[in-house]
Every structure is written in structure tokens, then in C-alpha cells.
């Protein structure tokens, strides 16, 4: 069972990290303030179009966008990552961490009038729950039993402890008294989809193939009776065949604003007149992670993992991949998460420090073909990846910066689609160079844990320790936020060191 498990490995295991930043294109406002205003209607361009507008079935990215401005979840996430009741007025859980009860709020309506209920989300639970299921939740319930209390209150009972699993409860809601006699095979073609009813800011007003709008739900039970509404009256997701398509009809002053730049077209952007390019901090990792099966058994060598980490210049390999948008990061987690560790081993890059640290484990040119060896093993490897440029140009560089301390590394490039069905479940690249969307409770247990080794688990690396897991463990087992974060402490410390004995 996981909350939509999004992480990522960091620190010899995985040495290579960065947070990736996203560019949106706005067209300038002739105005003489910056204190927002009530009011007025935003038209954003976009590439895809609204399929399913159903938290179940969404298919695209307007589908997602939709989703989270129409509905929403007995609880939401603050921006450090912890959790808060959304349509849950309060919410508790047993002494045992088995059993959690939600209190969904008196005021919390649906957008034709009805009240939220237990019922909403019994059957939402159980969609989700369905074998047919495939999505993004297929984790969040499995093995939970949920039941209705009464009209305002909902209990799961969860066959073990889990004390991120408020997390799951974040999950978007669909209204029973609407849906309650269509199964997960029938949701699909129920004309919900395209008109839906939610209990969130928004709500839809059209949805066709070229724009989907949206207009404020002005009985939203979070602006009531005098807390903040949202400013805008309407929000239009105009869509277009591609992003260079909507830039055009940008410059022309027809939309205001484009999102999801890459590095090429936030330069075109830069060029438009009255338009101003912003970049926000997104929680995009890519890593670097070294494979240390038993089979691999020089990267089981502590000074090898040590000294790859000191000589890849990762804030080089920032510039070459994603044009310094984004930050070299030591952690698997972001800053602004309550779960970010600061007081962890980090590498500085130096060529010196990393010959050093070869020589000292007898890692040298013996033959004097500019590779290292020793025992007649040479000192090379291959990383694995998507065909992709920005991670083509990431392992280009690493391999330069390598090859400067005497480590040869080959690149084996290969379509997404390839990556993800073969080279990741087949678990015998060298390294894995992979991007990780960081989304969520921040629990690395997927990435960590020795049961998580073999696909489908997510410990890329191979690595963990008894200490390792004892502290994953436990952690699962405590809603304490300073108790998780002083076990996911041991564990950054375990990673952050490199050990031998794996």
C-alpha cells in the first residue's frame, strides 16, 4: 500500500540530483499595481484537451489541471508537504495507527447543493479499489477496508500500520448520489465525464476539444462565510496543436499565458513583446542511481561510489541538460518539505579529491590506457537512460568528468517507452540515469527497503541495510512527524555514507 509513492534516491546511490525548474510566458499586464484584484477571466494555452474530467479516469494533463480546481479530497497537502483536512473538518487515528476516522465538515456541499457524505467516499474508495484499476491510486487503498459511521464520518481500517497514509486521503471525491449505481466499468461513458459535478474552488462550465472553462463555485465551503475566494471569475484552458502554436496566438495577444516551457521555447518566449517569462521550482528529480547487486561488484567498492560522487560536477551537468533551471540537490526530498534533512554528508566537487580516493583503494592505470583497473577489472561502465536530450546531454557530461579521473562510461540510450518496460524492470544496467516526480508524503520506503529490490519496487540501486530498514519500518509506523523525520535521518545517514557490506 502507497500514496501514490513518488521519490527519489540521492548520495552515492544516487549521485547525480537536480530540481527542475518550469518556465510559464504571461502576457504583461498594462498595470500600475501588483496587489492582486476580484475579478476578470485567465486564458492559459495548452497541448492536450479535456477526455475525462473524473479524478478516475483523467487522461491528460487538462484532465489533471481540471480535477484539482473542481474537486477535492477529504484532505489536502500544505505547501511543506504535511497534511491538512480539506472537506475533513479533523481527522484522527487509533493508538495502534490502524484505524483512521475522518469528520467530513457540516458546510462542505456538492455544486448542485447536495452535502458531502461518508457515502462519497465509500464509493470513491471502491473504484479505486477495483481490480480494473490502473491508476495513479491503484496503491493508495489496497488491502484497506473503509466504512460509513454515519453521515459525517468515515473510518479505514488498514491491515497494517501506516503513518503516511493520511497522504491517500488526498484523493479527489466523487459524488455518490450521482454515480452510485455505475461500476469502474461503466464510469467511462457516463456523460459525468464531460459535465461533472464537484466540490471544489471551480466548477465546469463547457468542455469541448478546443477549450475547457471554468467559473468560481461561489458556494466553495472553504470561502464561506467571509475567508478568502478565489480572484478570478473564469479560467479558459485553450487548446492548440503544440506549444508553438500557442506561443503564436500568445504574441498576438489572443491567450494569456503558456505553461510547461521547455528550454528552447522559453527562449522564444523571452523574444515576444509585452510578455514576461517566470520560472517556478518544481519537484522534478533526475538521479543518478549505481547498481550495487551482487553482480556488480565494483560499485560495492565504497572509494569508487565515493569518488564518482566528488568529480561529477552537477551543477555543470544542470547547465548542459536543463540550462541552469533548477538546483543541485544533496536530498531525496525538497527544501520546502517538513521532511527535508540539512545536517547530511555532501560531496563538493573535486578531480584531486576523487584521484585521491582511487589511488588509496588501488584504483590505477596499471596498463597506461587512461582507464583505471585493478585485479585486471577495468574501471568502466555504462549509463543507461531515455533518448531524451536533456538526459543524452546530463550523461555526456558525467562521462567528460569521469573520464577526467580515469573512469571510461559508456551511454546506452534508448526510447522512454524501451527504459521503462525493459532496461528499469530488468534491473542489470550499470547505472540509471532517471528523472523522479517528488509528490506527496515524503516516505523513501519504495526506494530504500530491501523488499523493494525487484521489480515492480522502486530501490533502482539495490542498496539497504538492516539499519536501513528497521528505520523505514518504523517510520511507517508513527503519524509523528519529528519522529519520522529523526528515522529518515538514520536512513539519509546510512545512504550518505557509503558502506561495503550491502
Request: with cysteine; charged share 25%.
Amino acid at each position: 500500500m502507497r500514496a501514490r509513492d513518488k521519490f527519489i534516491v540521492v548520495a552515492l546511490i544516487a549521485l547525480f540530483v537536480v530540481v527542475s525548474g518550469a518556465a510559464i510566458a504571461i502576457d504583461r499586464a498594462e498595470t500600475k499595481t501588483i496587489v492582486p484584484a476580484y475579478g476578470g477571466t485567465y486564458v492559459e494555452g495548452v497541448t492536450s484537451a479535456a477526455q475525462y474530467l473524473n479524478p478516475v479516469l483523467a487522461a491528460t494533463p487538462v484532465d489533471d489541471d481540471v480535477v484539482r480546481l473542481v474537486f477535492s479530497g477529504l484532505t489536502r497537502f500544505r505547501s511543506d508537504g504535511s497534511i491538512e483536512g480539506d472537506l475533513a473538518q479533523s481527522f484522527s487515528t487509533s493508538e495502534d495507527g490502524k484505524v483512521w476516522a475522518f469528520h467530513i465538515r457540516d458546510d462542505a456541499t456538492w455544486q448542485d447543493g447536495k452535502p458531502v457524505i461518508s457515502d462519497d467516499v465509500v464509493y470513491t474508495v471502491a473504484l479505486l479499489q477495483d481490480k480494473a484499476y490502473v491508476g495513479p491510486y491503484s496503491d493508495a487503498f489496497r488491502g484497506v477496508k473503509v466504512e460509513r459511521v454515519d453521515d459525517r464520518v468515515v473510518r479505514f481500517t488498514l491491515p497494517d500500520a501506516y503513518g503516511p497514509f493520511a497522504a491517500s486521503t488526498t484523493v479527489p471525491l466523487l459524488p455518490s448520489h450521482l454515480l452510485a449505481k455505475v461500476d469502474y466499468t461503466g464510469l467511462p461513458r457516463v456523460a459525468f465525464n464531460q459535465h461533472p459535478v464537484g466540490s471544489g474552488p471551480f466548477r465546469v462550465i463547457e468542455a469541448d476539444a478546443r477549450q475547457t472553462i471554468l467559473g468560481r463555485n461561489d458556494s466553495f465551503y472553504r470561502t464561506l462565510p467571509d475567508r478568502t475566494r478565489p480572484y478570478l471569475d473564469r479560467l479558459v484552458l485553450r487548446s492548440y496543436p503544440d506549444t508553438s502554436e500557442a506561443l503564436t496566438a500568445l504574441g498576438r495577444g489572443e491567450i494569456d499565458g503558456v505553461g510547461g516551457l521547455s528550454t528552447g521555447d522559453a527562449e522564444r518566449a523571452r523574444g515576444l513583446k509585452n510578455v514576461n517569462l517566470f520560472s517556478f521550482g518544481t519537484n522534478d528529480f533526475t538521479a543518478l542511481f549505481l547498481n550495487v547487486r551482487p553482480d556488480k561488484a565494483m560499485f560495492r567498492d565504497r572509494a569508487v561510489r565515493q569518488a564518482i560522487a566528488t568529480a561529477i560536477d552537477r551543477g555543470r551537468v544542470l547547465q548542459v541538460a536543463a540550462d541552469g533551471r533548477g538546483a543541485v540537490a544533496d536530498e531525496f526530498v525538497p527544501q520546502s518539505s517538513w521532511a527535508y534533512i540539512r545536517d547530511i554528508t555532501r560531496y563538493t566537487r573535486s578531480y584531486d579529491d576523487a584521484k585521491a580516493l582511487l589511488d588509496a583503494a588501488d584504483w590505477k592505470d596499471h596498463d597506461g590506457d587512461g582507464v583505471r583497473d585493478r585485479g585486471g577489472v577495468k574501471l568502466s561502465f555504462a549509463i543507461t537512460t531515455s533518448n531524451e536530450p536533456a538526459r543524452v546531454a546530463a550523461a555526456l557530461q558525467i562521462s567528460d568528468d569521469l573520464a577526467a579521473i580515469g573512469i571510461r562510461v559508456e551511454l546506452k540510450a534508448m526510447p522512454f517507452t524501451e527504459l521503462i518496460e525493459n532496461a528499469v524492470p530488468d534491473r542489470t544496467y550499470d547505472a540509471l540515469l532517471i528523472g523522479v516526480n517528488v509528490s506527496g508524503d515524503p516516505d523513501p520506503y519504495s526506494f530504500f527497503h530491501s523488499s523493494e529490490v525487484k521489480d515492480p519496487g522502486r530501490n533502482f540501486s539495490g542498496y539497504f541495510t538492516f539499519t536501513m530498514d528497521r528505520s523505514l519500518e518504523a517510520a511507517r509506523r508513527t503519524t509523528d512527524q519529528t519522529k519520522r523525520r529523526e528515522l529518515y535521518t538514520i536512513r539519509a545517514s546510512a545512504c550518505g555514507t557509503p558502506r561495503t557490506g550491502m
